[in-house]
């Protein structure tokens, strides 16, 4: 029996996928394959590569803003009234993020690996903003026969530019480009990709959905918040369809509200992932052993 476990996206909330991966290998249940998007992609890139959840939680432990925050400093420096008198001129930029300081991290935690040389195998969700497809970077030798026409499979990308395609949250984080494609964020086209997973082979599918926030204690309040909450609104529509269908059983760790580049949050979130999964053992366990 093949055992697949999709995670979601979700921003610094991700960091739950390692509580809940921590607890399902201690009781010895190993995924076989896993499916990432966004933040889910991280996770599941970094323990597809051969790191236990501790390991992942230490590298996260003293990860700082400044080690991944590169602006675009030069056109944000100016007068928002001279930007727009001189649009004629310049190019507004893709995204509040450069993505460089980023991918170097990935690169450096994840090398030049490519999907084949994984430990086990693994598939990342990103989106081509041009076309509107979504993309699954994954090893050559999953590739199924039967495809849909809106899913393209990518074989030959190292893995640290496949999750730097799959983070890239719109306007916030510049798009990726591979090839002849502008790839963004995969939570677009598919934040929970349990279905994914069953097309790469997977009989059992265990999902993490962080699923959209209702911010209950203030309203959105910037131009990023309004963007970040819109999508989440979108995509959590097709993300219950996805789960209902597909996944055998899907955890939702109840994360609350958490900013972007909240770091300190992330143990917060590792204790909440472990807890929502030891609840939930006993239904795992009994799914898995029909």
């Not at 893709?94 to 460089?100: A, D, H, V």
């Not at 300081?101 to 084949?116: C, H, I, M, P, Y």
């Not at 040389?117 to 509107?132: C, E, H, M, R, Y």
Request: cysteine-free.
């Amino acid at each position: 029996m093949k055992i697949g476990l999709a995670l979601s996206g979700g921003g610094i909330r991700g960091a739950a996928h390692i509580g809940v991966l921590e607890i399902l290998v201690q009781n010895n249940i190993k995924p076989d394959i896993i499916a990432g998007t966004s933040a889910g992609s991280i996770i599941g890139a970094l323990y597809a590569s051969g790191m236990s959840p501790q390991q992942i939680a230490d590298i996260l432990k003293d990860l700082k803003p400044r080690k991944l925050v590169d602006l675009f400093l030069p056109f944000l420096s100016f007068p928002l009234s001279y930007r727009m008198h001189r649009l004629g001129r310049w190019k507004l930029p893709s995204g509040l993020l450069k993505g460089k300081l980023v991918e170097k991290w990935l690169r450096e935690n994840l090398g030049n690996q490519t999907f084949s040389q994984l430990k086990f195998p693994l598939a990342v969700i990103s989106a081509d903003i041009n076309t509107g497809e979504m993309i699954v970077f994954t090893d050559r030798y999953l590739v199924p026969s039967r495809k849909s026409p809106d899913t393209v499979f990518i074989t030959d990308t190292p893995v640290y530019e496949a999750v730097r395609a799959s983070i890239a949250i719109p306007a916030v984080f510049a798009p990726k480009k591979i090839s002849s494609r502008t790839l963004v964020d995969g939570a677009i086209v598919n934040n929970v990709p349990a279905d994914v997973l069953r097309l790469l082979g997977a009989d059992k599918v265990i999902a993490v959905d962080l699923s959209f926030i209702v911010r209950q204690k203030r309203p959105v309040q910037n131009a990023i918040e309004i963007l970040l909450q819109s999508g989440d609104i979108m995509g959590q529509r097709i993300s219950n369809y996805i789960t209902s269908h597909y996944a055998d059983i899907t955890l939702y760790p109840n994360t609350g509200e958490v900013n972007l580049l909240d770091f300190a949050a992330i143990p917060q979130m590792i204790a909440i992932g472990r807890k929502v999964t030891l609840k939930r053992l006993p239904e795992i366990k009994e799914i898995l052993s029909r």
